[in-house]
């Protein structure tokens, strides 16, 4: 367990395998719905990853067979003493979206609302055959808060987007992974576990600052204007050339050995 420097709440787990941050909801007898203990918890975890050399991959996942995380805890929700409290609320979302690392979301059961959200914020996202994605805040008279609206038009295009906004209908994991919610389909919680942890060595196994340059580099190419995306690239690499593990790379492949990356 690495020493975080602060407490996090019970319902949610924090290990650290090798380079590789795991945050995993621990709430499913609730469906990881996120309380706001919760979420300033995960928001502080996700400040920990980007401040930590030790942290080259996060992983974000959930306990339980039922659900990945189904939103906000709605009972929470009155909790709060004014509309411009829960307005400006801890944001677990936006914290997520933010880690510098590259990060995997790991889903098994139901992601919805918030819980859909949170997992659109990561790089990668994959989930078991019983994934059901939805957004169904329309049904209980909102809309989400956490970029439901953009994350989805973004990555499934507005026309499903739109059809899975104003229904609040789900979706199954087969339509999710044709949709391109994620990009990998598995039998079993434990074999989906394997594959990402896998996954996450392999990439934290890269220069961690060509990595994180990748990741900022992904998101130019799906917000910025083509001409904009292409000088910015550019411009990227030219700063990781120059590094210290650009040279330990070349050397690497000259000499026909393993390369020794140590983000500088």
């Known amino acids: 367990m690495a020493e975080l420097g602060f407490e996090i709440d019970p319902n949610v787990e924090f290990t650290l395998e090798g380079n590789v941050a795991i945050i995993a909801l621990n709430r499913p007898e609730k469906l990881n719905a996120v309380t706001p ?7 502080r975890l996700a400040a920990y990853c980007n401040e930590s050399s030790d942290v080259r991959v996060v992983i974000l996942t959930a306990n339980g067979p039922k659900a990945f995380c189904c939103g906000s805890d709605i009972k929470e929700l009155d909790t709060y003493q004014s509309p411009w409290a829960h307005r400006m609320k801890h944001d677990h979302c936006d914290a997520i979206a933010e880690i510098t690392k590259p990060t995997i979301c790991a889903i098994n059961g139901y992601a919805l609302g918030g819980g859909l959200e949170l997992a659109l914020c990561c790089d990668i996202r994959v989930s078991t055959g019983n994934a059901i994605f939805g957004a169904p805040e329309i049904k209980l008279g909102w809309v989400g808060g956490g970029g439901m609206a953009v994350y989805l038009n973004k990555t499934i295009g507005a026309s499903r987007a739109s059809r899975m906004l104003y229904t609040g209908d789900p979706v199954d994991s087969a339509t999710g992974l044709a949709w391109g919610i994620v990009d990998e389909v598995f039998e079993s ?18 220069p961690p600052i060509a990595a994180q340059t990748a990741k900022l580099n992904m998101r130019a190419a799906v917000n910025m204007p083509l ?15 120059y590094t210290d593990d ?5 050397a690497a492949f000259k000499e026909k050995r393993a390369p020794h990356f140590r983000g500088e």
């Open 246 to 250: 650009a040279r330990e790379g070349k």
């Open 189 to 206: 919680a434990p074999d989906m576990m394997e594959s990402v942890k896998t996954l996450a060595a392999t990439i934290a196994s890269r």
């Open 227 to 241: 001409d904009q995306a292409v000088r910015y690239e550019r411009d990227l690499r030219t700063i990781c050339f």
């Open 37 to 43: 203990s919760m979420s300033v918890t995960i928001t």
